[in-house]
């Protein structure tokens, strides 16, 4: 168990640096946005390029913070119910929803993700719109954002049963 525990505060110290890092992507997605908005207004023009890069941003900071949220316990719960529940129960409440139905989920995702990526790196594939952006890096971010997600879910599912079996969990 100690083995796993510590591959789990790997996972979790590498989710914690990248939520925190694309955190500041929403600064960013904001300048952007911002810039746009006035371009738009004063000099009546606008770029596809910068309102599509809006939307990768928008996107990476959902997609790359999904297993920070996970991680630091700030996804939708139903507290009503769980806080009622002793530790050990909802620990087992975790693990199973987790194998249940958060992994297979993320695999569904990943396989039908990476042929979505996959073939639009193959055919090189841009938008649609003049001045737009590759849309394979886009579309990759779907593959990693759920990968990482993946990881968290195992690292939590590690931090469960080290609960379960009274270890305590050196990450928190």
């Given at each position: ?89 909802r620990a ?19 396989v039908s ?60």
């Amino acid at each position: 168990m100690k083995g796993l525990l510590v591959i789990s505060c790997g996972i979790d110290r590498l989710n914690t640096w990248l939520g925190l890092t694309v955190g500041w992507f929403i600064l960013l997605t904001t300048l952007v946005s911002a810039y746009n908005a006035v371009v738009r207004k004063v000099f009546d023009t606008s770029s596809n390029g910068l309102l599509e890069i809006q939307w990768y941003l928008f996107g990476a900071v959902f997609l790359l913070g999904a297993a920070y949220t996970l991680q630091q316990n700030a996804h939708v719960r139903i507290d009503v119910l769980s806080n009622r529940f002793s530790e050990s129960t909802r620990a087992w409440v975790d693990i199973l929803g987790h194998v249940l139905f958060t992994l297979p989920l993320i695999g569904f995702v990943l396989v039908s993700g990476w042929d979505f990526a996959y073939e639009s790196f193959r055919i090189n594939e841009y938008s649609a719109d003049p001045g737009g952006l590759i849309r394979w890096p886009a579309k990759a971010l779907i593959v990693v954002g759920f990968a990482l997600l993946g990881l968290q879910v195992c690292s939590e599912i590690i931090k469960k049963i080290a609960v379960l079996q009274g270890h305590p969990t050196p990450c928190q």
